[in-house]
């Protein structure tokens, strides 16, 4: 069996955060592979304010492309409706009957895990991964593995206001990130 890290996020954009925090996952757990999953239609977000989702495929597949065990899945890409981690994981696992999937999610996410959609359900399918934070508590009565990964606090919420205001993103953002934001003119460039 293939054990492959899923990473789901709008990666709105994508940063060395992502790509530092499924590294020590990669490695910490001796995967074979990161899938980096962009959602199409995140429950917990309002998409009228998420980039239109091509953009967000190619800036994840910019940043991914030359780095080793990591690559992008665009199945959630691929049906309609909200991008529920319960009815993506069913894909998968028909699609890759070969492999074991590990859902990474930040500690900040952890506590949220009683309401996703069919958590109960879900935990019988993947096993997931959560990357410790600053600030979060780690504490649930799911089964969670914790990752431990140096703290780098940045934030695509952080990254589209400082590009929107003109400020540098060095070493933040992957330099083939921010020149395709400057190129399609995203976040007010």
Request: glycine share 6%; charged share 25%; hydrophobic share 35%.
């Amino acid at each position: 069996m293939r054990k492959i890290g899923i990473f789901g996020g709008t990666f709105d954009p994508p940063h060395f955060g992502h790509l530092l925090m499924a590294s020590e996952v990669l490695h910490s757990l001796h995967l074979h592979e990161i899938w980096f999953m962009p959602n199409q239609n995140p429950p917990h977000k309002d998409s009228d304010d998420t980039t239109d989702s091509i953009h967000r495929l190619h800036m994840l597949q910019l940043c991914t492309e030359k780095r080793p065990g990591f690559k992008v899945q665009s199945i959630e890409f691929e049906r309609n409706g909200p991008s529920y981690t319960y009815d993506t994981i069913i894909l998968l696992k028909n699609q890759f009957p070969d492999c074991t999937f590990y859902f990474i999610i930040g500690a900040d996410m952890i506590e949220f895990l009683p309401k996703w959609h069919k958590i109960d359900q879900l935990i019988e399918l993947v096993q997931f991964v959560g990357v410790k934070r600053a600030g979060f508590e780690s504490d649930t009565e799911y089964p969670v593995i914790e990752v431990d990964a140096p703290l780098f606090e940045v934030s695509s919420t952080m990254l589209r206001e400082r590009i929107r205001l003109g400020r540098s993103t060095d070493y933040l953002l992957p330099d083939e990130v921010r020149g395709y934001i400057e190129e399609n003119h995203l976040y007010g460039t």
